[in-house]
Nanobody, 122 residues
């Protein structure tokens, strides 16, 4: 079992930045993928970005060039750096984890954090 705890959400004005963290416990991440998803009220959960612990990053077109994923092996923690935030980025952000292969589908992830709210005002 892997437990995930997100932090770093908050409220910012458009153009601002936030950095989300996702701390994993219960197992040392190695051959895993950490994905970031978001869900706005009334909308489906959507893929934002992902990082393979062994290397490789993936981004949704809507965030490419503005968001960046990274990881700290020593801390067993993943990060989502969000720059140039827009009001349409407002959502509850989740991190999730699965083994081996990258996927942009939320249904393919086995472990989920509780979510952290990001609100961007215009």
């Amino acid at each position: 079992q892997i437990q995930l705890v997100e932090s770093g959400g908050g409220s910012v004005q458009a153009g601002g930045s936030l950095k989300l963290s996702c701390a994993a416990s219960g197992r040392t991440l190695s051959n895993h993928v950490m994905g970031w998803f978001r869900q706005a009220p009334g909308k489906e959960r959507e893929f934002v970005a992902a990082i393979r612990w062994s290397g490789g990053t993936y981004y949704a077109d809507s965030v490419k060039g503005r968001f960046a994923v990274s990881r700290d092996n020593a801390k067993n923690t993943g990060y989502l750096q969000m720059n140039s935030l827009k009001p349409e980025d407002t959502a509850l952000y989740y991190c999730a984890c699965r083994s081996n292969y990258y996927s942009a589908s939320a249904g393919n992830y086995d472990y989920w954090g509780q979510g952290t709210q990001v609100t961007v005002s215009s």
